[in-house]
């Protein structure tokens, strides 16, 4: 194996710098080396979309991408969505339509939902379905997830 | 006990309310904690060699390259294990059944594609990974059946040898005199169903981490399942260890639906190697992995005929059905959980005397089957009502008056089927005629029929069906099983702060049992639903526990919880009583307050609970009792639960595709605790009917290698594939358990498989289709319809 590479980049606004094996999975850098557990690891294949965060404001997998590329990035997971006290508002969506019930798929639906929210008119169900449907959930059947999207999308119209 | 239900009924009750989940916020901010979450300082991490071949004796392993890599600590096969764990043995008392044992390594044979053969460890995952590579094993290929129907035949090569046949499952349900019927019947359909291979496919893969504490020779047990308490007992027999120092922990579970429902090879082997090498040590599956040895599901071939008299009144029913168990039976529940209960709820929710089910449980070299939500019923339900569909067809009746005329009426409750299942009363009739007016069946018809008039392939289809939920004591969950599941307890404590826990032993992996059972404790109490913490999914809370399966945690626990908590309550008050000087008649809680009915006295739970426990003398020695029970509720039977699904599609006669265009599902479980815990319960579960339907099959090719070994290649419904669904909630008459509770976590995958195949088979009607196997893919539809027009080439077959 070839040595070890320095790498600094930013998660949820705090900046790191770790020494890494270049073939690292960015997945397995934010949960083991930095703790980061909330992003989670479905298939290590790039179909289900648990491990999804954003990279430099656009959504990615992070099972398909070793860390040494997140070089000089900024990386936001779920962590820095909000908190258990105080829920970021796709989080609390979820929460007030039930769109979660074992929670495993769920932060990488958070991720690309921010992602297809801040990019996508998402007008009506077909483009809200569509924008999902590159995560797996197993649990809900979708129709509660598609149910919060809705009333994001109603929210983001109103002024702040 | 204080006040009539009457007045109970006075206060705002958080059963059946739509109460947003305490899981939630934990699991939203990334806050949930999953095995493989947990990694202990000095975890050492476990990468298994699985077997390449179907069937072959081990000549040979080479370790020595591995081990020589750096960072392996150990390189472990079955021989290095001898001495270290016992196997767990599947047992039955089902006649002429065969038990193969559970080893957590291959022993000398191996009998599937991806059987655990080789356990490296090493300081990393991808240190142990790089390692397997280098583990040279040496097989001398066995002769295999790979389908049940040549491993069932005589002369097959043996996939055990000392079990002497392939056959390890036989058993027959007969009741009446079937095959008289049969001959004066006059209108008889028949068909040869299969239900393909399908897998759980939890979010979560599997994951186990073992720690062995050194001090206290103790062993803790992080596993992604959803039977601790069973995995606890079983365990224990195989590493001879007591209860008190065996402990398994369930802590967040990405799902289960019955995959980790098992006891699983790689349980045993973290166990064990902990133990050996006094470290941590873990193992995470991969998907791969996933979809090549967690349990699989259903793989039967259902041959079955139904007879009816004229005016389409079920008069008898014959059937045969071959399961394909895969390489072994499967601990607790066997190898005959899935096949046998296709055959025993054959006769579904239907008024029928004669009734004659085979089945047999056949040893293929494929990974074992086990429970997958529905279990049994989701194939059994397919074929039936193909059948009734079928009839209706050939007598020209209407799918909804067919089932009118044959589904349990109320006044025939409880209804002993032709199995000997029992139906307590449930609202079968009132479920079939709520689907039909939520979705406006004329309405729906007619919108057919114009659409084929259009040359358009639209199709509607029904499904009925009843299960068995909450079953106690008096019924195996699995046939023959000797562990008894019907029982649960709930201990429920007001401790020294006046906070609430109440510890079960279920184990609950997104159902959202934390809500739903602090709703149910809160409204017993009289406190607030965030002044209780329940406590699941850990061996150490209870005496004996099993977990959540088979739609049983609602019913069970919530009666339990519903038990201890009247204790606690009567408790609280005797000592209320004391300290305010009223009779505890007069007293009544709610929000966590004790009020004085006739006076402006109260007290809060935590002053009552200081004075109880730390008050010097303010309640007498003679009368001061702990504010705590433990009460074990046991349905004994359990209660039915049933509903009609209704589907519309249409195809897609350029791709073949199937688009759900209408979906409504009528069920009746009973009282709800929580409507949108019950809505999810019902949509997710939909959906997994929905995919085995049109998409799900693993397929292991004549080499017996699993050719679907990706999410690339094992298709689960997305959101793009799925209908909104329409629930009606029926709730007829209450069934009798504690609380009024059903179970209704399966349903959904019940009904559905059945509804999608009739619609489709509906909508192809015009071309003298019909469907006999799921899932009915575009490849399927494309080459039944090729069949067709070869045998009508005059016939205008699509648009």
């Known amino acids: 194996m070839t040595g070890r590479a320095d790498i600094t980049l930013s998660v949820n606004g705090q900046s790191y710098t770790r020494r890494v094996d270049p073939r690292l999975l960015l997945s397995d850098f934010l949960r083991h080396e930095l703790g980061l557990t909330g992003t989670h690891v479905g298939c290590e294949h790039g179909v289900c979309g648990a491990c999804t965060i954003l990279l430099d404001g656009r959504s990615a997998r992070s099972c398909l991408m070793l860390a040494v590329q997140a070089h000089g990035a900024e990386v936001e997971t779920i962590e820095g969505q909000g908190t258990v006290a105080a829920l970021g508002p796709i989080q609390q969506a979820f929460r007030e339509h039930h769109a979660l019930q074992c929670g495993f798929c769920t932060p990488g639906f958070v991720m690309t939902i921010l992602d297809m929210l801040r990019h996508h008119d998402l007008g009506d169900d077909a483009a809200i379905r569509e924008a999902l449907s590159g995560n797996i959930c197993r649990c809900t059947g979708y129709e509660h997830i598609v149910n919060a999207v809705r009333a994001l999308v109603r929210e983001r119209g109103k002024p702040a | ?799």
């Not at chain 2, 029992?422 to 729906?444: G, I, K, M, N, T």
């Not at chain 2, 909450?470 to 000797?482: E, K, L, Q």
């Not at chain 2, 976590?745 to 909508?763: F, H, L, Q, S, Y």
């Open chain 2, 1 to 799: 006990m204080t006040g009539a239900p009457d007045a109970v009924e006075l206060r705002p009750k958080l059963v059946g309310q739509r109460v947003r989940r305490t899981e939630d916020p934990r699991l939203l901010a990334g806050a949930g904690r999953y095995v493989d979450d947990l990694t202990p300082p000095g975890a050492l991490h476990v990468a298994i060699r699985r077997s390449d071949q179907p069937h072959a004796r081990i000549r040979g392993i080479g370790a020595t390259e591995a081990l020589a890599l750096p960072g392996v600590v150990a390189v472990f096969d079955a021989r290095d294990l001898e001495g270290m764990i016992r196997p767990a043995i599947p047992a039955s008392r089902m006649a002429g059944y065969h038990a193969t044992p559970i080893w957590p390594l291959a022993r000398g044979t191996v009998r599937y594609v991806g059987e655990p053969v080789v356990a490296v460890l090493a300081e990393s995952r991808y240190v142990a990974e790089d390692a397997l590579e280098l583990v040279a094993i040496d097989y001398e290929p066995l002769p295999f059946a790979i389908r049940a129907a040549d491993a069932a035949a005589d002369g097959a090569p043996l996939l055990h040898e000392d079990a002497g046949t392939n056959v390890i499952i036989a058993r027959e349900f007969a009741r009446g005199d079937v095959d008289a019927v049969f001959r004066d019947a006059p209108v008889i359909v028949g068909g040869r169903f299969r239900m393909t291979r399908k897998t759980a496919v939890a979010m979560e893969n599997r994951s186990y981490l073992a720690a062995w504490d050194r001090g206290r020779a103790a062993l803790t047990l992080h596993s992604s399942t959803n039977i601790p308490g069973i995995i606890r007992d079983v365990l224990a027999g195989c590493l001879e260890l007591p209860g008190n120092r065996l402990r398994v922990v369930a802590p967040d579970v990405g799902g289960s639906f019955g995959g980790k429902g098992s006891l699983y090879q790689e349980e045993m082997l973290v166990a064990a190697l902990a133990r050996r090498l006094e470290r941590p040590v873990k193992f995470t599956s991969d998907r791969l992995e996933d979809l090549s040895a967690t349990s699989q599901a259903f793989d039967e071939v259902i041959e079955a005929e139904l007879a009816l008299d004229a005016e389409g009144m079920l008069l008898g029913l014959r059937a045969e059905v071959t399961g394909d168990i895969g390489a072994y039976s499967i601990y607790p529940w066997t190898g005959a959980l899935e096949p046998v209960q296709v055959a025993s709820f054959l006769p579904g929710p239907y008024r029928l005397a004669h009734y004659r089910g085979r089945v047999r449980g056949v040893l293929t070299p494929k990974p074992p089957t086990g429970p997958y939500r529905g279990v049994g019923r989701p194939s059994s339900t397919f074929a039936m009502e193909r059948l009734i569909d079928m009839a209706a067809r050939k007598l020209g009746m209407d799918p909804m008056e067919i089932r009118r005329r044959n589904l349990v009426t109320a006044p025939e409750f409880p209804y002993r089927t032709a199995s000997g299942i029992v139906w307590d009363r449930s609202a079968f009739q009132e479920c079939l005629a709520a689907a039909c007016d939520h979705a406006d069946y004329p309405a729906l018809l007619r919108a057919r029929d114009a659409a084929r008039a259009a040359g358009r392939w639209v199709g509607i289809g029904l499904a009925s069906y009843a299960e068995l939920t909450g079953i106690g004591s008096r019924i195996s969950v699995a046939p023959g099983m000797p562990i008894n599941t019907g029982t649960e307890t709930a201990a429920i404590r007001i401790d020294a702060t006046g906070a609430v826990t109440a510890a079960f032993g279920i184990a609950s992996h997104g159902q959202g049992l934390e809500t739903t059972l602090a709703q149910v404790i809160a409204d017993e109490l009289g406190c607030r639903m965030e002044d209780v913490e329940v406590q699941h999914g850990d061996s150490a809370l209870l005496p004996a526990s099993s977990g959540t399966y088979a739609s049983r945690s609602a019913v069970l626990a919530g009666g339990a919880a519903t038990l201890s908590a009247r204790v606690v309550k009567a408790k609280l008050l005797r000592a209320a009583a004391h300290l305010m000087d009223v009779p505890a008649e007069a007293l009544e809680a709610s929000g966590g307050i004790i009020r004085a009915r006739s006076s402006n006295t109260s007290m809060s739970f935590q002053e009552v609970a200081q004075a109880v426990y730390a008050g010097m003398g303010r309640i007498p020695r003679e009368q001061r009792e702990e504010l705590t029970a433990s009460e074990t509720y046991d349905p004994y039977l359990g209660t039915a639960g049933s509903a009609t699904h209704l589907a519309m599609v249409e195809i897609d006669p350029g791709t073949y595709g199937v688009t759900v265009t209408r979906y409504v599902v009528a069920e009746d479980c009973g009282r709800i605790i929580n409507p949108l815990i019950v809505d999810g319960q019902v949509q997710g579960g939909v959906a997994q009917g929905i995919g085995a339907a049109l998409l799900e099959e693993v397929v292991h090719d004549d080499d017996g290698q699993c050719v679907t070994a990706s999410l690339a290649d094992y298709l689960v419904p997305i959101a793009t594939g799925m209908p909104e669904i329409g629930i009606v909630h029926v709730e007829a008459v209450l069934p009798a358990t504690l609380g009024g509770f059903r179970g209704m976590g399966e349903g959904g995958t019940i009904g559905a498989p059945a509804a999608i195949a009739n619609a489709v088979a509906d909508a192809l009607s015009p071309l003298g289709i019909e469907v006999d196997t799921l899932p009915v893919t575009p490849d399927r539809i494309f080459r039944m319809v090729e069949a067709a027009r070869l045998r009508n080439p005059g016939q205008r077959t699509g648009a």
